[in-house]
Structure formats: structure tokens, C-alpha cells
Nanobody, 125 residues
Framework: VQLQASGGGQVQAGDSLRLSCAAS????????LSWFRRVPGREREFIAA????????HYADSVTGRFTISKDNAKKEIYLQMNSLKPEDTAVYFC???????????????????WGQGTQVTVSS
């Protein structure tokens, strides 16, 4: 599976951005769709996911209420709407997918098979 992330940029604190991720999948059925981010010197951090079985959405505590993950089944795209951005949201954001996750593993980067190339988000105060 190939993933192509886009939409990053440099914004001010309080602004919004929407990231997109195009996937080379015929269908999203059976695939967990997720976003992670990485700050230099740290491991990738789970941000949000749409779980493959139920379609339920899951978020990191740090972004709950500010970020929203969604998908377009027809376009085969995954989105991350980011509102009320903070300087600590500055990172490289990655989309990821896997068809073998269970609920207890969807926050663990090691269980994902395919990753996008990352898109930089910079939030200045």
C-alpha cells in the first residue's frame, strides 16, 4: 500500500490545517487508518485512528477535542482536521494503515505496515 500525505505548512497558534493522505487501496474495508507525528529526537506518537472493524475513531489525549480524523471512501483519502493548533503540535505528521490491527494495538506504530512520507507542520506562537 502506498500512502501520500500532504497539507502541512507553517501557521500561527490558534490556526487550523487539514492534512490529507491519498491511499493506493481499492477499498478501505478492513483497514485501520491512522495519523502519527514525530518530533526530532523522539519516537512517532499516535494521534488518531479510524479502526477497521467498527469504524470507531480514537484520539491521543493531547489532541482530543481539537483534531478530527475522517475519510472519503470514494476518493480513498484520509484527513486530519487540526484546529486550535499549538506550538507543541509542531512535528512531521505521517499517515499509516494496516489490515491486521486489533483495538489494543492501534496506538502502537510497530503494528503498522504502510506509512506515508510525512508532512511538516510548524506552529509558531
Amino acid at each position: 500500500v502506498q500512502l501520500q500525505a500532504s497539507g502541512g505548512g507553517q501557521v500561527q497558534a490558534g490556526d487550523s490545517l487539514r492534512l490529507s493522505c491519498a491511499a493506493s487501496l481499492r477499498s478501505f474495508t478492513g483497514w485501520t487508518l491512522s495519523w502519527f507525528r514525530r518530533v526530532p529526537g523522539r519516537e512517532r506518537e499516535f494521534i488518531a485512528a479510524i479502526f477497521r472493524n467498527s469504524g470507531s475513531t480514537h484520539y491521543a489525549d493531547s489532541v482530543t477535542g481539537r483534531f478530527t480524523i475522517s475519510k472519503d471512501n470514494a476518493k480513498k483519502e484520509i484527513y486530519l482536521q487540526m484546529n486550535s493548533l499549538k506550538p507543541e503540535d509542531t512535528a512531521v505528521y505521517f499517515c499509516a494503515t494496516s489490515n491486521r490491527l486489533i483495538l489494543s494495538t492501534l496506538r502502537n506504530q510497530n503494528f503498522y505496515d504502510s506509512w506515508g512520507q510525512g508532512t511538516q507542520v510548524t506552529v509558531s506562537s
